[in-house]
């Protein structure tokens, strides 16, 4: 199994953490925090994925392309806001939506990694799969007055 923060596509198709995923298109965050966020391509997940397949190491492997960029520039490079909520009211909200069924048993989107973000140790996808990034992430041109997210081969 692979695992990672954020899945950007070319054309800016972001696949987030069930966790991260705001309403309205909004993504929240700890009031006085700004997570940081690993960024992978699309493609360097299907190829990270087709490694593992093909490979007689098991578990879960942790892959991440080169950026690594905080909440609010990633909300702000895709055009939908970070709005900074006090922990209280997140830890409230999280719990109501698990109780209505919104979010899985035992997801809580008051997680540490809300307040003070992580990196993801890639080092055993990298020795045992040799998984190492091939594509780069930015914004690209502006696109209906957005930023568009490109990949782009290393």
């Given amino acids: ?21 705001g309403i309205l298109k909004s993504r929240i965050r700890s009031m006085g925090f700004d997570p940081i966020c690993a960024l992978v391509s699309d ?22 392309g080169f950026e690594t960029v905080p909440l609010s520039v990633f909300a702000r490079w895709i055009g939908e806001p970070s709005i900074p909520i006090p922990s209280a009211l997140i830890s409230l909200a999280s719990r109501l939506s698990s109780f209505v069924g ?11 990694h809300l307040h ?15 998984f ?3 594509y780069r992430i930015a ?16």
């Avoid at 923060?5 to 800016?12: A, K, N, Q």
């Fill in 139 to 154: 914004p690209g041109p502006l696109v209906d007055g957005r930023f568009q997210l490109e990949t782009a081969p290393i």
């Fill in 1 to 21: 199994m692979c695992s990672s923060d954020l899945v950007v596509g070319t054309g800016g198709k972001v696949y987030f953490n069930p966790i991260l995923a």
């Fill in 116 to 130: 003070y973000g992580f990196t993801l140790d890639t080092q055993r996808a990298r020795l045992e799969l040799g």
């Fill in 43 to 64: 493609k360097d997940v299907v190829r990270a994925m087709q490694l593992a397949l093909h490979s007689t190491a098991r578990g879960a492997f942790n892959i991440a």
């Fill in 102 to 112: 919104r979010t899985p048993a035992g997801t809580s989107a008051a997680t540490p």
């Fill in 132 to 134: 190492e990034p091939g």
